[in-house]
Structures are given as C-alpha cells and as structure tokens.
C-alpha cells in the first residue's frame, strides 16, 4: 500500500502563494487517481483538485479552478498543488489521497492559514 506524506503548508496573506507536496512511498501500482481534498473548521471535507496517475487527465473544483493546478513529479513520485491568489476561504488543512486497488488512502494533512 502506497504512504503518503503532505508538506508546504504555512499561514500566507490573502493574494498569496503556496505549493503543496505530497510525497508517495511504499507501492506505488494500480493508484488511478491522486487528488487534493480540504476541510476547514467546522465544515466538511471537500475535494479540491484531482489527477489521473498518468497525469492525463485532472479536475479543480469551480471555486479553485484558474488559481490552483495539479501537477506530478513522475521521476520522484511526488504531487504538488500549486495555489496562487489565495483567499481567506482557501484556509484549510489540505489532504493528499491516493485510489489504489479501489481504496482511498490518505495522508496526514498539512495546514494552510490564509489572512485577509
């Protein structure tokens, strides 16, 4: 089963930038997809932002879409989540997941504070 572990998180003013990284380890085959989820206070987790493991195809919820993108570092099996203009709404602690062989693994989270 792959792990994943998130960094890059931090507190940021509103307008901002920050870019996430998840790092995967362990076995690494049959993940479909890799995608960024967030829950903020008090609210449910949403998903953020999503990947096919081939990278060929991704998704971005409406309210990030033009501010946040996806990529992936094949050679050291690393995702990112780069996020510019960030606003006070975007705070959250951000969760790497994995889909592998039908499962959602989850990383720890790491935490982004946006100020206005």
């Known amino acids: 089963q792959v792990q994943l572990k998130e960094s890059g998180g931090r507190a940021v003013q509103a307008g901002g930038s920050l870019r996430l990284s998840c790092d995967a380890s362990?076995?690494?085959?049959?993940?479909?997809?890799m995608d960024w989820f967030r829950q903020a206070p008090g609210k449910e987790r949403e998903s953020v932002a999503s990947?096919?493991?081939?990278?060929?195809?991704?998704y971005y919820r409406e309210s990030v879409r033009g501010r946040f993108t996806v990529s992936k570092d094949s050679g050291r099996n690393r995702l990112y989540l780069q996020m510019n203009n960030l606003k006070p709404e975007d705070t959250a602690t951000y969760y790497c997941?994995?889909?592998?062989?039908?499962?959602?693994?989850w990383g720890q989270g790491t935490q982004v504070a946006v100020s206005s």
């Open positions: 990947m096919t493991w081939t990278g060929a195809m991704t």
């Open positions: 997941v994995a889909k592998q062989d039908g499962e959602y693994i």
């Open positions: 362990g076995r690494t085959d049959n993940i479909y997809t």
